[in-house]
């Protein structure tokens, strides 16, 4: 029994766009070097994608464009004959590209111009570029139904435009490059629109089906373009005694079965994109965006809880371990560097610092404090926070101060100051029983030269305090005015012997090196060389894994992927990218891509899109990370 051409139709680009759909899904799990690495993004399957696939996706569509042309025109074995077209097809295929390019570059040759010149120039290219592309795209129906091959072909596809150019342009825009585009548009980063793998196993059975729809209406254009072309036609209406013209072999034995097998096959490659996020073998990143800015102070993910996310004037507690669902806190304190920041018990209490106050909110989202100030911080310009292994409140503080002010007896006295001697900072740290703060336990850890303000009269000071792997207190100061980090320590636990100086200076006994205090995670405060060894990246923010090795936030350009034509001069947007370590040289990182940072520019705020980041992680290896404003936050799982 003959097939309806439309089954046919349909059977050929099954055959032809199932297969690529299914390689596309398991050569994207193959590594490549210098090529982003296939991962699931908010739920959906991201291949790996590079050159090779930008090269060969054309070739895969003008071949099923090619096939289904003959299959909509009832020609013998459609697919074989538009294999052996293939070459004079890619020839057009070529041809078309390098106009396009040649377009470009011709545009590109005003630029910069007035907006008024360069829509000119636009225009007068655009009607000889879409002459040659009109009789280019001819070259494809007249290889496949008259038989012609090279120069043949394109010599009868420039006679055939002759005095119907108009209409084959009207009809090729939108029927031809107009559909292409809008696929092409819709498409573009479908795992942005999706927030569950459902919904991205359903947008990728979308994509196979509306490219399937896309191309069969381009097929249908061409054809009906060559059927109207001036001139002998070499198909003729078929005489209905004449025998059906032969199908390929697999479109022969499927018979009545071609629309429900063909129709099955297009789930293929979306039940094996499932089946890949099921298995939970790729990293796995969610990514949750937000319209409205807002100054973001800390993150924490405590054990046994979701992710915390702390603002300046409340916190959130991520309900589920993609951050999609949140429960919101309000403080009674403001938070702002370098006045204050927050800390997270093991319980997953929060506790928050700010305008000399200090607030905790328990387990239960129970909070207190926060309603008066701490007198041992009314004199301090800049403080910090942290949390002790044993739950004790450790707070440290930085003032600045006359160098001929005497130096606290638990000290080494200062040096006597000339009169023309600059100011000098004292660092403090404080000891806490609760978060009243009633009986502080001061200790001075001493002094070093500099300013807390720059000379524009702000204050970007970067004071932080932690804990390191012994239990000894450690806190760091990076001055604007002194260019550098000085770090202060105790010698024993219960803080005996305390000091301070640069940490690049001269070494001292017990002083910890740049590496012990990188391992301390202290974000930006240390400098490339200094904090983190890594290769020119500067790492927006850094965190080390409870199994060791090293991870870090670091941007760069966000070229496209694939092949692609820039036009103009604009900086390319930055990318944040995780770059998973196995120590904090990072030579050899894997990097895994997060999520596109654009500058922040609004009424109130222009900053650059590579600012500091602020990163945890859970026992399990679990990474939650933000940019200061909250614009993203990202979940990373098994990175």
């Given at each position: ?35 982003d ?93 879409a ?5 280019f ?55 942005e ?7 991205g ?55 009545r ?77 403001t ?75 638990e ?75 000085s ?45 983190h ?36 001069s ?23 891509p ?25 026992a ?20």
């Open positions: 029994m003959p097939i309806p051409r439309r089954s046919a139709a349909l059977t050929t680009l099954v055959l032809v766009l199932v297969p690529w759909s299914l390689l596309r899904v398991l050569g994207g799990l193959i590594p490549l070097p210098g090529v690495p296939a991962r699931v993004v908010n739920g959906m399957f991201v291949p790996s994608a590079g050159v090779v696939g930008a090269l060969v996706e054309p070739v895969v569509w003008a071949w099923a464009v090619t096939a289904a042309v003959g299959a909509l025109a009832s020609v013998d074995r459609p697919l074989r004959r538009a294999f052996r077209a293939l070459p004079t097809v890619g020839a057009a295929l070529l041809a078309g590209a390098g106009t396009l390019l040649v377009a470009f570059l011709l545009l590109g040759m005003v630029l910069p111009a007035a907006v008024e010149l360069v829509w000119v120039a636009a225009a007068l290219l655009a009607l000889p570029a002459a040659f592309l009109v009789r795209a001819l070259v494809l129906p007249i290889a496949v139904l008259d038989g012609l091959r090279g120069r043949a072909a394109f010599r009868a596809s420039f006679v055939g435009v002759r005095g119907n150019a108009l209409g084959l342009g009207v009809a090729f825009l939108f029927g031809v490059a107009a559909p292409a585009l809008l696929y092409g548009w819709a498409f573009a980063r479908p795992e629109k999706v927030t569950d793998p459902l919904l196993v359903l947008a990728w059975l979308l994509r196979d089906a509306t490219l399937i729809a896309v191309v069969a209406l381009q097929a249908q254009i061409l054809l009906v373009a060559h059927r109207y072309l001036p001139g002998r036609s070499l198909l003729p209406a078929r005489d209905p005694e004449e025998p059906a013209p032969a199908a390929d072999r697999p479109t022969r034995r499927l018979g079965l071609t629309v429900p097998l063909g129709l099955a096959a297009v789930l293929l490659p979306a039940g094996l994109v499932g089946g890949v996020v099921a298995a939970e073998r790729l990293p796995e990143v969610t990514v949750n965006t937000s319209d409205l800015p807002h100054k973001m102070i800390a993150v924490g993910w405590p054990a046994g809880r979701g992710p915390i996310l702390v603002g300046q004037t409340w916190f959130e507690d991520c309900l589920d371990d993609t951050c999609r669902t949140r429960r919101r806190t309000d403080l009674s304190v938070m702002y560097e370098p006045y204050g920041g927050a800390a997270f018990g093991a319980d997953g209490s929060v506790y928050a610092l700010g305008q000399y106050a200090l607030e905790q909110c328990d387990a239960q989202r129970i909070c207190r404090g926060g309603k008066d100030g701490l007198a041992v911080l009314s004199e301090s310009q800049a403080a910090a926070i942290t949390i002790s292994p044993t739950g004790e409140i450790l707070l440290a503080s930085a003032t600045e101060v006359r160098p001929a002010d005497p130096a606290p007896d000290v080494r006295p200062a040096a006597p100051a000339s009169d023309d001697a600059g100011p000098v900072v004292e660092l403090k740290l404080i000891r806490c029983p609760d978060v009243s703060c009633a009986t502080p336990r001061v200790i001075s850890l001493g002094r070093v030269n500099g300013s807390l303000r720059d000379r524009g009269g702000s204050q970007p000071t970067r004071l932080v305090v932690r804990v390191d792997a012994s239990g000894r207190p450690v806190v760091a100061l990076r001055s604007p005015s002194a260019g550098g980090v770090v202060g320590w105790c010698a024993t636990l219960d803080c005996a012997r305390p000091e301070v100086a640069p940490i690049d200076g001269p070494r001292r006994p017990g002083m910890p090196t740049p590496e012990e205090v990188a391992l301390l995670d202290v974000g930006d405060l240390l400098d490339c060389r200094l904090g060894g890594c290769d020119g990246s500067e790492p927006l923010a850094t965190v080390h894994r409870p199994r060791g090795g090293v991870w870090d936030v670091v941007a760069e350009p966000a070229h496209p992927e694939g092949l692609y034509l820039r036009v103009g604009e900086p390319w947007p930055d990318r944040a990218v995780l770059r998973v370590c196995t120590d904090r040289a990072c030579r050899e990182a894997r990097a895994v997060l999520v596109e940072i654009p500058p922040v520019r609004t009424r109130w705020i222009d900053r650059p899109s590579r600012e500091r980041w602020l990163m945890a992680v859970d399990d290896g679990r990474m939650v990370a933000t940019d200061l404003f909250g614009l993203h936050v990202v979940v990373v799982t098994r990175p």
